[in-house]
Structures are given as C-alpha cells and as structure tokens.
C-alpha cells in the first residue's frame, strides 16, 4: 500500500504493537527492509512507544543491539546495516535473541540472508519521493496473526 506520512508509518508500528498485544507477548522475528531514510527505525519507534517503551530510542546503529526490558518480555532492536559479515552474528550473541524468548525487531537483515527463513514478518519499507510504499509477508502463522491489525 502507499502511505503519504510520517503519521501513517508510525500506526503501521502502533497496529503491530496491537498484533503483539493480543496474541500475549510472543517471542517472534519481524525483519523491516528498505534504503536508507525508508523509516523503518520511524516505524519501529512507534513500534516501541506503543509497547510501552518510554524514553529516546536511539537507532543501535553502533551498537547493533539495543535491549528494551518490557514487563512482559524484552524487545530488542538490532540494525544490521553495519554488519561486515553474517558471521559477526555470533559474535554479538545474536543466537541468543532468537531463544524463543525476545521480540526480536531487525533493521536491515539484508546483511545476514539467511534470517529471512527464520522470520515470522518482513515489512518492506519503500520511499517514493515524499511518500512511501509499505508492504508485508507474512511467513509463519504468528507472522499472520502479528499483522492481522495492519491496514489493508
Ligand atoms: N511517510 C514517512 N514514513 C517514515 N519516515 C518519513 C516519512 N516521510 C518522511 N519521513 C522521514 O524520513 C526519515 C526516515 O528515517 P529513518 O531513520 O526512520 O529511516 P531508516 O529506514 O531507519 O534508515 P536507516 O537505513 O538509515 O536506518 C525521517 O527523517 C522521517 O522523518
Ligand atoms: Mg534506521
């Protein structure tokens, strides 16, 4: 679908958060793809404002990882765009994330392939000028019903 602002990005964020919401919490890998400036990190703000998370969220550019301890759960928001090689993933003890345990939100998984079979979402984000394309594949069931809130 095309969006026209920032506003319709940051509820795509806030009708994930809802997905989660109501199906309790799940651990699940939702990938969001897209150039540089697409708004990914715009939407997974929402994303996290709507969960509860107060404070700044800082894009993990740098830090690749950067937890969120929820009451529930904990969030964590990995940017791969700096990532050399998929094989730096152990290194940052990325494994462990995909326990079963952690909502995982993953900017640029580009840079490790081989994540996109483990992915319960992807959300590419596309800019058209001032506007922007979104659109999502849902690959496991909980992906499905992670989405199920998302606008047409
Ligand atoms: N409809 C829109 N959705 C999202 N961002 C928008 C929109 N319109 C304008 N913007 C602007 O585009 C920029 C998106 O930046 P953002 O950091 O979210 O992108 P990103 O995809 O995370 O980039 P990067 O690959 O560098 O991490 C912001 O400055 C935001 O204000
Ligand atoms: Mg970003």
């Not at 904990?74 to 765009?81: A, E, G, N, R, S």
């Not at 990325?94 to 959300?123: H, K, M, Y």
């Amino acid at each position: 679908m095309i969006i026209t602002d920032l506003a319709a990005t940051q509820a795509i964020g806030v009708a994930l958060a809802e997905g989660i919401e109501a199906q309790h919490w799940p651990a699940c890998l939702l990938l969001f793809r897209g150039p540089l400036g697409a708004g990914k990190t715009t939407l997974i703000r929402a994303l996290l404002g709507a969960l509860g998370v107060t404070g700044t969220v800082r894009s993990p550019s740098f830090t690749l990882i950067e937890g969120y301890p929820l009451a529930a759960t904990t969030v964590q928001h990995v940017d791969l765009y700096r990532l050399n090689d998929p094989a730096e993933l152990e290194d940052l003890g990325f494994a462990d994330l995909l326990n079963g345990r952690d909502i995982c939100l993953v900017e640029w998984p580009e840079r490790a392939p081989r994540l996109t079979a483990q992915a319960d979402l992807l959300v590419d984000l596309e800019p058209l000028g001032l506007l922007r394309r979104v659109d999502w594949q849902a690959r496991t069931p909980l992906g499905s019903r992670l989405s199920a809130r998302l606008p047409v």
